[in-house]
């Protein structure tokens, strides 16, 4: 299985505040990775495909980066709508694996 | 627009086996590079992967739970059934399905989620 390791796992930050989450494979995925957004009480939406593909209608504050085994999800200016836990999801192989998520908090 | 919807049981008791029903719209799982999946998401933790249906009916499943679960889909109803036997109170999780385009990857469309509760 290939393992996905997301940090960190919380963060503190204030708006317009540039924000980095990374995720780790544990091994090489090419650029087979996506990013969501996940609010409470609601289904991840998405944000990002093929690891730097902003998905239509994201905000451009968003962006992916990284190949084969270190990717980054960029906030660029923190807005109050955006505080929420963000997933990496690989689909390299199987079984497909999602990261432990990382929760973006109000500093 | 693609829409999805998990239906089922709100409650099951231990041992007994889970079926839920995703119901969708806006696509079809006859077209090629179509496929649904189920994810679920134990409260307060992580999102897990468990199985993927695709158009040409491959079927992939989660190693960790193969052996209790099976995925099969309607394609005259736009209907994928998820069955889940053995059910334990640490399966109790919000259920999702999701559409998924095979060369896209990713899932891009997800139902509301449907929790199951395991207890007796």
């Known amino acids: 299985d290939i393992q996905m390791t997301q940090s960190p796992s919380s963060l503190s930050a204030s708006v317009g505040d540039r924000v980095t989450i990374t995720c780790r494979a544990s091994q090489g995925i090419r650029n087979d990775l996506g990013w969501y957004q996940q609010k409470p009480g609601k289904a991840p939406k998405r944000l990002i495909y093929a690891a730097s593909s902003l998905q239509s209608g994201v905000p451009s504050r968003f962006s992916g980066s990284g190949s084969g085994t270190e990717f980054t999800l960029t906030i660029s200016s923190l807005q109050p709508e955006d505080f929420a836990t963000y997933y990496c999801l690989q689909h390299n192989g199987y079984p497909l694996t999602f990261g432990g998520g990382t929760k973006v908090e109000i500093k | 627009q693609i829409t999805l919807k998990e239906s089922g049981p709100t409650l099951v008791k231990p041992t007994q086996t889970l079926t839920l029903t995703c119901t969708f719209s806006?696509?079809?799982?006859?077209?090629?590079?179509?496929?649904v999946g189920w994810i679920r998401q134990p409260p307060g933790k992580a999102l897990e992967w468990l199985a993927l249906?695709?158009?040409?009916?491959?079927?992939r499943y989660s190693p960790s739970l193969k052996s209790r679960l099976t995925i099969t889909k309607d394609t005259s109803k736009n209907q994928v059934v998820l069955t889940m036997t053995n059910m334990d109170p640490v399966d109790t999780a919000t259920y999702y399905c999701a559409h998924r385009l095979i060369w896209i990857g990713y899932f891009d469309s997800w139902g509301q989620g449907t929790l199951v509760t395991v207890s007796s």
């Open positions: 806006g696509f079809s799982l006859s077209t090629s590079g179509v496929g």
């Open positions: 249906i695709y158009w040409d009916d491959d079927k």
